[in-house]
């Protein structure tokens, strides 16, 4: 093994260099050698924040992989773009980090776990959320046994207004989804590792576009406004009687934004924000207020790399197995495919 990870980066715009290229160039035990970029603008930009040479910023990701001898590489691409160049670096020999969600169908994640198992490398999807000091508390509660069995949860990441004026998210061509794919994926994730991943049955939803395109709602250009929904609401049935209450929107006429992961088990319950523990004690439910003092000081996509690097250093479980997108992408085409066929759908 080298004394560091040769890292390479496919796609360099807000994401990447928000919060990828900062989170790996803390780590002692990784560099990032190499760029693919089919912006000009955002290559060099990516390059200038991970001190990559102009002669290692590429347009086509297959080139760097047949140059660059990389480790690994990190996926930062629109979400129409995450499956291709996943595969390619796996055959090529790479372990790979991706952005949510992880891709834009259940068949385009099999592939991608094909791929992982034919490599034998590894490959980890970004669920930031999972990793915030409190849904780390949140987590070791819960399986702890503080909440008992959870039973029902609810998810909401419901903007008031706020309809992605940037990146790639309202542009149905790169996106695939609207606010169910760009914030209810992350909501619907931090659930599911809470409740430890319960089997998903059905899925019965409905999606609508009613107020996004007006221009007092819309930040930009409303023809660029290409997806087909701005509010999104499922109602998940699981395995034993486990059930998930979903919505995410852009644009609601709610009295602002409001975001919140609540589960609910026989002897407790915790919701994520503000983060507050429920237990009935001495016959009085106590609203409990833990304080929580991060260790490490790190963001969720720093402490979500930094264990993905372990993982490849010291072997183990990655972070966030593809397995585990895989049943939250089968939720995610379940919740369009319910809304089109306007019935409850097995998935
Ligand atoms: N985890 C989070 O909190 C979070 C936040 C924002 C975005 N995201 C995810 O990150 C991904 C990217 O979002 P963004 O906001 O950074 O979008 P962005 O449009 O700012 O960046 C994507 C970049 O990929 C580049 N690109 C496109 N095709 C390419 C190709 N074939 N090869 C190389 N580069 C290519 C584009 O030129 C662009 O610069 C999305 O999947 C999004 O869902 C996650």
Not at 147 to 169: H, M, N, Q, T
Not at 181 to 206: C, K, Q, R, W
Not at 265 to 275: A, D, I, L, N, S
Request: charged share 25%; net charge negative.
């Amino acid at each position: 093994m080298r004394d560091k990870l040769r890292v390479g980066f496919v796609g360099t715009g807000g994401i990447a260099r928000g919060q990828h290229i900062p989170a790996w160039m803390q780590l002692p035990d990784a560099e990032i050698v190499a760029i693919s970029e089919i912006d000009p603008k955002a290559g060099a930009l990516g390059a200038e924040m991970a001190k990559v040479d102009k002669a290692h910023i590429y347009d086509d990701y297959e080139k760097m992989f047949e140059d660059e001898d990389l480790d690994v590489v990190d996926v930062c691409t629109a979400n129409c773009m995450h499956m291709p160049p996943t595969v390619a670096a796996l055959e090529a020999g790479c372990h790979v980090f991706v952005e949510k969600p992880v891709a834009t169908s259940a068949d385009e994640v099999r592939k991608m776990i094909a791929a992982r198992d034919k490599s034998q490398k590894l490959l980890c999807v970004t669920q930031n959320m999972r990793y915030s000091d409190e849904a780390i508390a949140a987590k070791r509660f819960v399986d702890e046994g503080g909440i008992g069995d959870p039973y029902w949860a609810k998810a909401e990441y419901l903007r008031a207004r706020g309809v992605p004026a940037w990146g790639a998210f309202s542009d149905v061509e790169k996106s695939a989804g609207g606010p169910c794919y760009d914030i209810g994926v992350h909501v619907l994730d931090l659930t599911l590792h809470l409740m430890g991943f319960p089997e998903p049955v059905s899925v019965s939803a409905n999606t609508w576009l009613e107020i996004a395109n007006k221009p007092s709602v819309m930040a930009h250009d409303p023809k660029k406004y290409t997806v087909p929904e701005e509010l999104a609401v499922g109602f998940i049935r699981f395995e034993n009687d486990i059930c998930v209450s979903l919505g995410a929107s852009w644009a609601l006429n709610a009295t602002g934004n409001q975001n919140n992961v609540s589960v609910f088990g026989t002897e407790g319950g915790v919701q994520m924000w503000p983060f507050t523990l429920v237990k009935e004690e001495h016959g009085m439910m106590l609203n409990c207020t833990p304080q929580v003092i991060g260790d490490k000081g790190l963001g969720g996509h720093a402490e979500e790399i930094s264990q993905f690097v372990d993982a490849i250093i010291r072997g183990g479980m990655v972070p966030v197995p593809p397995e585990q997108a895989l049943i939250t992408q089968r939720i995610l085409d379940g919740i369009y495919k319910s809304a089109e066929e306007g019935t409850e759908v097995k998935v």
